[in-house]
Each structure stands twice: as structure tokens, then as C-alpha cells.
């Protein structure tokens, strides 16, 4: 069974603190991507990540595709409230056909 | 406007009725999934299709059957519905390989 673990599994912190949450798999992904779902919601695409060693920035979000294409990273600059819900990393194991990761729920405090 | 939509958004029932779960695009996608979701959980998938006729089953064993008569159109049938299968039904369409989700559909079976 292929796995996606995701950690940390909750992480609660103050507005404007600094975070990294993990995503790993002993899996090889052709892509990787990453969500945020607010509750009663669906996920929401962030990024997508094809090339191992690839880094990608969004605003406050950086986006790392490991050199294997096993893991991922997404680290957060300065949180903000608005950056509060569940983080979901999802990585294609066959064409158009993904898994998804344990999710990392993240509460920022005001 | 491009958009996924899913009905209804809520659902309580009782046990042993027959429910179908709809899910609508606008996007043209060959693409389309249903995931379930435990509150706050991972998502597994249930269900996908690559076009018009094509269904296969996901890696989460499910009693549900869904249907490809349209493009658009991947609706999600369970016949006979168990408190077992309480849970969030989530749809997705894609082009390529991003998936883009719908809001929901959070069953309750009593």
C-alpha cells in the first residue's frame, strides 16, 4: 500500500511564526501537489510540483519537491489567521491517479 | 463561469434507502472522482473515470456504483445506504494534473 505521511498531524501557533509541514512517501510521484480545505469545503489546489529539487514561492508559501520525488515540503513565512485549515499534499502514482496524504491541521492564532 | 458543483450539500437518511449523489462540471474535463473523507482526515478514493463510458473502481473498497453517460455529468449511487457509509463525499474534475474539487456532499445515515 502506497503511503503518504504527513507531519506534523496538528500544529497550533502565533500570527506571524514560521512553520514547515512534511510530506513523505518511500513512493516515487511523477507530480506532487498541495491543498488547503476550510471545513465544510473541498480542497483547494496551492501548487503543483513536477521536477525533483523543484522550489516553488507563492506569496508567504514556499513549495519544495525533494530531489527523489519522494517528499515535499511547504513552509510558511509569517502566518497569518487567514492561513488556518487542513494542509493536504496529494502525489500522482499513475497517470492522472493520485493518493493523498494524512493532512496537517494548522490553527493560526491571533 | 467554470465550476464544479455538487448536490445536495447535505443529506440525512435512514438506513437501507437507496440515495444518488450528483456531480456537475462546466470545465469540459475528461477527468472525474469521487473521494471520501472522514472529518479532517486523509481523502481515498473511491471512484474515477478518464471519459465518456470509462469507470474504474479506487483503492477504498466501496459499495457505490457511479455512471459516465456525459462529460459533465459523474453521479454516485449507493442502493441500499448503511450508517457505515456516513462520511463526506468529495468530486473532482481535471485536464491535466491538477484536480479541482467540489464542495461536498456530507452524508449522514441513521
Given at each position: 500500500t502506497q503511503l503518504l505521511e504527513q507531519s506534523p498531524q496538528f500544529l497550533s501557533i502565533q500570527e506571524g511564526e514560521n512553520l514547515t509541514v512534511y510530506c513523505n512517501s518511500s513512493s516515487v510521484f511523477s507530480s506532487l501537489q498541495w491543498y488547503r480545505q476550510e471545513p465544510g469545503e473541498g480542497p483547494v489546489l496551492l501548487v503543483t510540483v513536477v521536477t525533483g529539487g523543484e522550489v516553488k514561492k507563492l506569496k508567504r508559501l514556499t513549495f519544495q519537491f525533494g530531489d527523489a520525488r519522494k517528499d515535499s515540503s511547504l513552509h510558511i513565512t509569517a502566518?497569518?489567521?487567514?492561513?488556518t485549515g487542513l494542509y493536504l499534499c496529494a502525489g500522482e502514482?499513475?497517470?492522472?491517479k493520485y493518493i493523498f496524504g494524512t493532512g496537517t491541521r494548522l490553527k493560526v492564532l491571533a | 463561469e467554470a465550476d464544479i458543483y455538487q448536490t445536495p450539500r447535505y443529506l440525512v437518511i435512514g438506513t437501507g434507502k437507496k440515495i444518488t449523489l450528483e456531480c456537475s462540471q462546466t470545465?469540459?474535463?475528461d477527468k472525474m472522482y469521487w473521494y471520501q473523507q472522514d472529518p479532517g482526515m486523509e481523502l481515498h478514493l473511491i471512484h474515477y473515470s478518464y471519459g465518456v463510458n470509462s469507470t474504474e473502481k479506487g483503492d477504498l473498497s466501496s459499495e457505490s456504483t457511479v455512471s459516465r453517460i456525459r462529460t459533465e455529468h459523474f453521479p454516485l449511487t449507493l442502493e441500499s445506504a448503511r450508517p457505515s457509509h456516513t462520511s463526506q463525499y468529495l468530486c473532482a474534475s481535471s485536464e491535466s494534473i491538477s484536480l479541482f474539487f467540489g464542495p461536498g456532499t456530507r452524508l449522514t445515515v441513521l
Open positions: 502566518a497569518q489567521t487567514g492561513d502514482i499513475s497517470t492522472y | 470545465m469540459g474535463h
